[in-house]
Structure formats: structure tokens, C-alpha cells
């Protein structure tokens, strides 16, 4: 059997515990102590590239689109995001934990193709709800912070998943603007927070990998 390696430790600013960032082959895996199993898993991120699908294909045709990836997990959805936008794109990615960043820039950037190296990323290390109200106005915004609209590594997070959290959301993004939400569990009481706040939504349920493995939940809400 291959070992599980660990790479790296990062405590959850306003949270409790640490992530753990393993390496198992050409596996990654990031896990919190404070929660059982994992985070994610590269294996596994189908839903992740569904995400960044869903939120900037119907933006990606505006001239210089601008962007925000709430969340930089394994990379993921920002590739995907920038392979679904054009050239004068830019795209914001904002990550809580510097070490995530640091992550990406060193080995586990290899998993996802090294999105942090295009020229069209700039990164922002702080809270995403700050960089959404101080880096915009943009076409699209694409949330996949924690566990989605129940935070579970930071209590802080289920602030951007509040109604004032998604009338931030409503206020930084152009008409016509998208803003699309990730969770690993259904939620229907969150549908009803985005249309509440103004937003046209549709739901898509999203595999974890192609064809199998469990079922998330993609929320996509448009700013008319």
C-alpha cells in the first residue's frame, strides 16, 4: 500500500483545528482535525468544475469579464473558471488560509494544471465577503467556501450565506451578473434566500466525479 504523507498544516483563522494537506501517490487530500474524513479529495472535483461552469459560461462572452472564486481549495474551480473565460479576463480568487495559497503554488498546483501561474489571477488572502465588497463591481461570482451555506470550519463563513451576505453579493455584481454556490449537501431553505434577496434561481445536482460518487448541489442565482 502506498503511505499517506503529510505535507503541511494550517490552523482555521477564526475557527478551531487545523487542515492537513496529504499526498498518497499522485493523490492529494486536505482534512480538517475537528471533522471526520475529508475535505476534499483530487480525485474527486466533477461538482467543483461544474461550479466554475455554471457561474462564468453565461458571463464568459463580456469583454474583460471580471471574476471572484470565493475559495481556492485544490485549485479546481479556478481552472476551470479560466479555461470557460476569454484572454482580457481577470479573475480574483480569495483564500482565507495564506498556507492554501502557498499549497497551490508548490506541488498540489500540479493536480489542477497550475492556475495560480496564469497571468489573468490575481489573489487576495483575506475573507472573500471583504474582497467582494471592496474588489468589484463583477460579472460573476463563484462561492465554494466551506461546506456551503452552512459553514463548518468557521462560523464566520455562514455569513456570506445570510440575506445581508447575499445582498453584498447582489451588490457587487453587474447586471446580468451571476453568483454561483457550491455544497456538498442540499439546502432548500437557501433557494429561498436567494430569490428573497432578488436573485433568479435554478439548482443543479452535480456528482462529486463523473457518473458517480455523492451528489452536490449547485445553486445559481441571476442579478436581473
Not at 196 to 201: I, K, L, P, Y
Amino acid at each position: 500500500m502506498i503511505p499517506r504523507v503529510l505535507l503541511g498544516s494550517a490552523p482555521v483563522p477564526g475557527g478551531e483545528g487545523e487542515l492537513h494537506l496529504f499526498r498518497r501517490g499522485a493523490d492529494f487530500a486536505i482534512s480538517v482535525s475537528t471533522m471526520p474524513g475529508e475535505l476534499m479529495n483530487s480525485r474527486m472535483h466533477a461538482s467543483e468544475d461544474a461550479l466554475a461552469q455554471l457561474g462564468c459560461a453565461p458571463v464568459a462572452g463580456r469583454q474583460a469579464a471580471q471574476v471572484l472564486v470565493g475559495g481556492l481549495g485544490m485549485g479546481f474551480t479556478l481552472a476551470e473558471a479560466l479555461r470557460q473565460l476569454g484572454p482580457d479576463a481577470r479573475v480574483v480568487v480569495a483564500e482565507l488560509v495564506p498556507q492554501v495559497v502557498e499549497w497551490n503554488r508548490g506541488e498540489l498546483g500540479e493536480c489542477a494544471g497550475w492556475p495560480l501561474r496564469d497571468p489573468r489571477v490575481e489573489v487576495r488572502v483575506g475573507d472573500v465577503g471583504a474582497v467582494m465588497r471592496e474588489a468589484g463591481p463583477f460579472d460573476a461570482i463563484v462561492l465554494d467556501v466551506d461546506n456551503g451555506p452552512e459553514g463548518l470550519t468557521r462560523d464566520e463563513n455562514g455569513r456570506l450565506y445570510s440575506p445581508a451576505g447575499l445582498r453584498s453579493a447582489w451588490a457587487a455584481l453587474r447586471p446580468g451578473g451571476v453568483l454561483a454556490v457550491w455544497s456538498a449537501h442540499p439546502a432548500p431553505a437557501f433557494t429561498r434566500k436567494l430569490e428573497r434577496a432578488g436573485f433568479r434561481v435554478r439548482l443543479k445536482q452535480v456528482r462529486e466525479r463523473v457518473g458517480k460518487g455523492a451528489v452536490h448541489t449547485v445553486w445559481v442565482g441571476e442579478k436581473g
